[in-house]
């Protein structure tokens, strides 16, 4: 099955810098690349997708990247701000019927003002 | 639209007590996931239905762990009997083609 990893486990930036999050994916059949967001005491909140048909796909200050010769995907988020701070999950799956989504283990990012 | 209900947000049991955890999907969507999430484990996977039929429980961890969707609203996820080591939280999420997951708030259980 889908194995997927996440590096690293926790990112410290300063606010106003950009903060890069990377995963690895196991299962080249794997097409659809979510990333979601969890503040403390809250729900996973999908935050920015990608398909397997785009390399990249932009969102205001959020972008995510995929190289699915290398299987690999990232999150990059410029201009960060404190309300940035949370754990980051990406996830990936194979879009076909319920689409079950496999996720990494987290980051845990921290933006120092 | 109310999202994904889970209740209840908390349950405090004793070890060897029957739990179950209930959610109710956004209508119109037709795959509900059960997820558990520990700070060793992360997001497991536990259950996923689709059309209110059972598709993957392989990661159900034992057979103390079920999961029933009766209808196209509603979903319980029983543990009987409960152990220590099921402390976690226990999300629920809901989607609808091509759309992503929705997660419900999860039920944070805590077995002692």
């Known amino acids: 099955g889908e194995n997927v990893e996440q590096h690293p486990s926790t990112l410290s930036v300063q606010e106003g810098d950009s903060a890069v999050i990377k995963c690895t994916y196991s299962d080249s059949a794997s097409n659809y690349f979510p990333w979601y967001k969890q503040e403390l005491g809250k729900r996973p909140q999908l935050i920015i997708d990608?398909?397997?048909?785009?390399g990249e796909k932009k969102d205001q200050r959020i972008a995510v990247t995929l190289n699915k010769t290398a299987k690999h995907f990232s999150l990059h988020i410029t201009e960060t701000q404190p309300e940035d701070s949370a754990v980051y999950f990406c996830?990936?799956?194979?879009?076909?019927?319920?689409?079950?989504?496999?996720f990494g283990q987290g980051t845990r990012l921290t933006i120092n003002p | 639209d109310a999202g994904v209900i889970q209740s209840p947000r908390h349950e405090v049991t004793e070890m060897g007590q029957e739990v179950t955890l209930r959610c109710k999907p956004i209508s119109g969507h037709n795959s509900l996931f059960w997820y558990r999430q520990t700070m060793m484990r992360g997001l497991e996977l536990l259950i996923y239905?689709?059309?209110?039929?059972?598709?993957?429980d392989s990661g159900m961890p034992e057979d103390r762990f079920s999961a029933k969707m009766p209808n196209a609203s509603f979903s319980t996820l029983k543990i009987q009997p409960s152990e220590p080591r099921d402390s976690a939280v226990y999300f629920c999420?809901?989607?609808?083609?091509?759309?992503?997951?929705?997660f419900g708030s999860g039920t944070r259980l805590t077995v002692v």
């Open positions: 990608i398909r397997s048909n785009v």
């Open positions: 239905f689709n059309n209110n039929v059972p598709i993957d």
């Open positions: 996830a990936a799956a194979i879009h076909q019927g319920a689409q079950k989504l496999v």
């Open positions: 999420a809901s989607r609808r083609d091509p759309y992503g997951y929705t």
